[in-house]
């Protein structure tokens, strides 16, 4: 059995084995415990304690959920690395935009589409069973 405790201010929350609320939260108006259907256990607890917030959802009768869509998990696992590192590269190419850099046509075109290849580099990742990112190639900037 899993549940999931969501503190509904801050919609975050962590994943939860015990059947009743923890004791330190009795009383605490802004925390709940649902429970998770056994079809989505072993997918709810890979979500990050505290990091839960992208997953967490209210329907329009303002019960809450969690999200098990895969897309959202395989998001989680690149975030603080793959995303990270992609945007830092897009950053360091910034200045291949700028109108008066100095390239021609054809290089602005190469640049273009580098940066183009890194905004898309999330989509064509491959993942294994558990959401992981397989080994891939970065696009490799112009010269």
Same mark, same amino acid.
């Given at each position: 059995m899993l549940n999931f405790i969501i503190n509904t201010v801050t919609k975050n929350g962590f994943p939860y084995? &015990?059947?009743?609320? $923890? !004791?330190?939260?009795? &009383?605490?108006?802004?925390h709940i415990m649902i429970n998770i259907p056994e079809s989505d256990v072993e997918r709810v607890s890979?979500?990050?304690?505290?990091?839960?917030? $992208?997953?967490?959802?209210?329907?329009? *009768? &303002?019960?809450?959920?969690?999200?098990? %869509? !895969?897309?959202?998990?395989k998001r989680m696992n690149i975030q603080d690395t793959i995303i990270i590192e992609r945007n830092?590269?897009? =950053?360091? =190419?910034?200045? =291949?935009?700028? %109108? %008066?850099? &100095?390239? =021609?046509? !054809?290089?602005? *075109?190469?640049?273009?589409?580098y940066r183009e290849s890194?905004?898309?580099? $999330? +989509? +064509?990742?491959?993942?294994?069973?558990?959401?992981?990112?397989l080994p891939f190639e970065w696009p490799i900037p112009p010269q």
């Open positions: 084995t &015990g059947t009743e609320m $923890p !004791e330190y939260l009795n &009383g605490d108006v802004n890979k979500i990050m304690p505290f990091r839960a917030t $992208p997953f967490i959802k209210q329907d329009t *009768e &303002g019960n809450f959920f969690i999200d098990t %869509d !895969e897309n959202l998990f830092r590269r897009l =950053s360091e =190419s910034d200045w =291949s935009r700028v %109108d %008066d850099n &100095g390239l =021609s046509d !054809e290089k602005r *075109e190469l640049w273009r589409v890194l905004r898309n580099l $999330p +989509s +064509s990742i491959q993942y294994d069973e558990h959401y992981m990112p």
